[in-house]
């Protein structure tokens, strides 16, 4: 760069290895001077709209994604997934749910069919949000993250906190101090009105090795059933 500061490929490269070493705002900042170099460098483009939403810059990064689409005509489902994902956490469901099918019409994916669920979810769809989430587990029946989730999503609901607590036993019955999977529980004792086997749930959870946000919200629940 020292003795090519006018080449944009060089200036791009030096933003990828920003980007990858985690020093985000560099590769911002060097992506940007290769578009002054050449406006039609297309991975400085794409590198932009993924260091923005890295950083939480969601309307940014949407508008490099819709320029590298444009220009590149992509077909690579990544880059739909993650224009849905700036999209989903811009509260932009509609455009979320929009890019989110067109990445899986590219590449049936578990985790694209994941964030499908929880685009329904956020827009209220129960029954499309179960239908994606459970399609999601049977593409990959080992992550956890989905099956908590899908146990979280049962549990809190009236009608089908018998189920969750199942599910949330199921896990629990190979992670027992899970304080995620307890947390399910007590939602689902909770809902089915049974509120001894609740507060043993609650207490269970704070005294668990886990997620310190999760134990201090339990104490928090349990003080206020004990006031």
């Known amino acids: 760069i020292e003795f090519y500061p006018k080449d944009a490929d060089l200036m791009q490269a030096l933003g990828d290895v920003y980007f990858i070493g985690g020093l985000t705002e560099k590769a911002i900042e060097v992506y940007k001077k290769t578009l002054e170099l050449n406006p039609k460098t297309s991975a400085a483009k794409i590198g932009l709209a993924e260091s923005y939403l890295s950083e939480g810059f ?17 077909a690579d489902p990544q880059v739909y997934y993650d224009y849905a994902l700036s999209r989903f956490h811009a509260n932009d469901y509609d455009g979320a749910l929009a890019l989110t099918q067109k990445s899986l019409s590219l590449k ?24 994606a989430i459970d399609t999601a587990l049977k593409q990959n029946p080992e992550d956890d993250v989905v099956f908590l989730t899908r146990a979280l999503w049962l549990a809190r609901d009236k009608n089908t906190a018998a189920e969750g607590l199942a599910a949330a036993n199921e896990y629990l019955d190979k992670n027992p101090q899970d304080s995620l999977a307890m947390f399910a529980k007590y939602f689902a004792q909770d809902n089915l009105g049974d509120v001894s086997a609740a507060q043993k749930t609650l207490k269970a ?14 104490l928090k629940i349990y003080k206020a059933y004990n006031n």
């Open 108 to 131: 049936a994916d578990a985790n694209t069919t994941f964030l499908l669920a929880k685009i329904y979810k956020a827009r209220g769809d129960k029954q499309n949000a179960f239908l």
């Open 205 to 218: 959870i704070t005294e668990t090795e886990g997620d310190g946000f999760i134990n201090k919200l339990a």
């Open 58 to 74: 969601f309307d940014r990064a949407a508008k490099y994604f819709e320029e590298y689409i444009a220009q590149t005509k992509s």
